[in-house]
């Protein structure tokens, strides 16, 4: 899979013929890149024999399903920022995103009656979930109006809309947790599907999906050429605009469907939900290779990534380790990924 297919091509036909060997050695930046995320598939399997060394139990299959269902949330929401990376913007909203979207439907939806006055019970139970989406899409939406349309710098706007939205939860909420969810909202993230739990088949068919709409369709050619020179791609006659408002939308949803997943698991939406999570959506992200410059990096490899980190945070839990070293854990694995990408791509990071 081409990290930068369209970007790419764009600079290369811009090189004169006589800079050909001078353009050369650049080519490698991206083998290597691509190397690097094949070079998770043997980490996974070396921390798993680790895993098994710690605990035998770490390779049985309810554990190994343990990991897979703790994690599924979270990657979709890895997966969401990794597309909005490849475009070159950052979305840390995603976080309150994942936390507000049930919160503020579960508001809606639930009987006061029966949650002790927490709920206004004005919405139908048959709606929650396409309402939990909408919620999603607005967000994005709105990041996209100030980002795109104001020209505003993505990391600001996204800093404040997720203070914005993880005050909005804690103000619907009163600071409790929303629970007596209807059984619309707890379906997909309770039941199982042939055996494992439906949000496993779920982040497992969207990252499939990731995998073929950026690395073999024109829009996940457009995104990289975005992120690589948002100018040339707009020379090209992308419309970069448009393009970017809808990454953004789309992210918002899927954060959104994960918040939905991890609130029917738990069968209640605390309001504190999604706090900190950002710090593992980009964790993973960076170790499977997806850059902070925009234009680099594959599905393929924030799979890898989120699925090395929940491994290496179980083996962790296995062995015991208080899980507040957490996220000590998530720091030291960006901070290291950065430190790899920079060797790695013999590029500047900005």
Same mark, same amino acid.
Not at 12 to 36: C, E, N, V
Not at 75 to 103: N, R
Not at 111 to 138: I, S
Not at 335 to 347: D, M, N, P, Q
């Given at each position: 899979?081409?990290?930068?297919?369209?970007?790419?091509?764009?600079?290369?036909?811009?090189?004169?013929?006589?800079?050909?060997?001078?353009?050369?050695?650049?080519?490698?930046?991206?083998?290597?890149?691509?190397?690097?995320?094949?070079?998770?598939?043997?980490?996974?399997?070396?921390?798993?024999?680790?895993?098994?060394?710690?605990?035998?139990?770490?390779?049985?299959?309810?554990?190994?399903?343990?990991?897979?269902?703790?994690?599924?949330?979270?990657?979709?929401?890895?997966?969401?920022?990794?597309?909005?990376?490849?475009?070159?913007?950052?979305?840390?909203?995603?976080?309150?995103?994942?936390?507000?979207?049930?919160?503020?439907?579960?508001?809606?939806?639930?009987?006061?009656?029966?949650?002790?006055?927490?709920?206004?019970?004005?919405?139908?139970?048959?709606?929650?979930?396409?309402?939990?989406?909408?919620?999603?899409?607005?967000?994005?939406?709105?990041?996209?109006?100030?980002?795109?349309?104001?020209?505003?710098?993505?990391?600001?706007?996204?800093?404040?809309?997720?203070?914005?939205?993880?005050?909005?939860?804690?103000?619907?909420?009163?600071?409790?947790?929303?629970?007596?969810?209807?059984?619309?909202?707890?379906?997909?993230?309770?039941?199982?599907?042939?055996?494992?739990?439906?949000?496993?088949?779920?982040?497992?068919?969207?990252?499939?999906?990731?995998?073929?709409?950026?690395?073999?369709?024109?829009?996940?050619?457009?995104?990289?050429?975005?992120?690589?020179?948002?100018?040339?791609?707009?020379?090209?006659?992308?419309?970069?605009?448009? @393009? $970017?408002? /809808?990454?953004? +939308?789309? &992210?918002?949803?899927?954060?959104? =469907?994960? !918040?939905?997943? %991890?609130?029917?698991? #738990?069968?209640?939406?605390?309001?504190?939900?999604?706090?900190?999570?950002?710090?593992?959506?980009?964790?993973?992200?960076?170790?499977?290779?997806?850059?902070?410059?925009?234009?680099?990096?594959?599905?393929?490899?924030?799979?890898?990534?989120?699925?090395?980190?929940?491994?290496?945070?179980? @083996? $962790?839990? /296995?062995?015991? +380790?208080? &899980?507040?070293?957490?996220?000590? =854990?998530? !720091?030291?694995? %960006?901070?290291?990924? #950065?430190?790899?990408?920079?060797?790695?791509?013999?590029?500047?990071?900005?």
């Amino acid at each position: 899979m081409s990290d930068t297919p369209m970007s790419d091509t764009l600079s290369t036909d811009a090189a004169p013929a006589s800079g050909a060997a001078a353009a050369r050695p650049r080519r490698r930046g991206p083998a290597i890149a691509r190397l690097r995320d094949l070079a998770l598939v043997p980490a996974i399997i070396a921390v798993a024999i680790v895993g098994f060394v710690v605990n035998p139990v770490f390779l049985q299959s309810d554990n190994i399903v343990n990991v897979l269902q703790s994690m599924s949330e979270v990657s979709i929401v890895v997966l969401a920022e990794t597309v909005v990376l490849v475009a070159g913007k950052m979305d840390l909203s995603l976080e309150s995103t994942f936390g507000l979207a049930p919160g503020l439907v579960a508001w809606l939806v639930v009987d006061p009656a029966v949650t002790h006055g927490l709920g206004l019970h004005v919405l139908p139970a048959a709606w929650a979930v396409p309402a939990v989406l909408l919620t999603g899409a607005l967000v994005g939406a709105f990041n996209g109006l100030l980002i795109v349309r104001f020209g505003l710098n993505g990391f600001v706007v996204t800093l404040g809309m997720l203070i914005v939205l993880r005050g909005l939860l804690t103000g619907i909420s009163g600071g409790k947790t929303f629970f007596a969810l209807p059984a619309s909202m707890t379906y997909l993230g309770s039941a199982e599907w042939l055996g494992v739990p439906a949000s496993v088949w779920l982040s497992l068919g969207l990252f499939a999906a990731g995998i073929v709409v950026l690395g073999f369709t024109r829009p996940g050619r457009a995104l990289y050429a975005i992120g690589g020179n948002v100018d040339a791609a707009r020379a090209a006659g992308i419309r970069t605009d448009r @393009v $970017l408002w /809808l990454t953004l +939308v789309v &992210a918002g949803m899927l954060a959104a =469907l994960a !918040g939905l997943l %991890i609130s029917g698991r #738990l069968a209640a939406v605390p309001a504190a939900q999604g706090s900190g999570a950002i710090f593992q959506v980009f964790a993973a992200a960076v170790i499977g290779g997806v850059s902070l410059n925009g234009g680099k990096g594959t599905v393929f490899g924030a799979f890898t990534g989120v699925l090395l980190l929940f491994m290496i945070l179980n @083996v $962790l839990t /296995l062995a015991g +380790v208080p &899980a507040q070293w957490t996220n000590f =854990l998530n !720091g030291a694995v %960006i901070l290291v990924a #950065l430190v790899l990408s920079r060797v790695t791509g013999g590029k500047a990071q900005t």
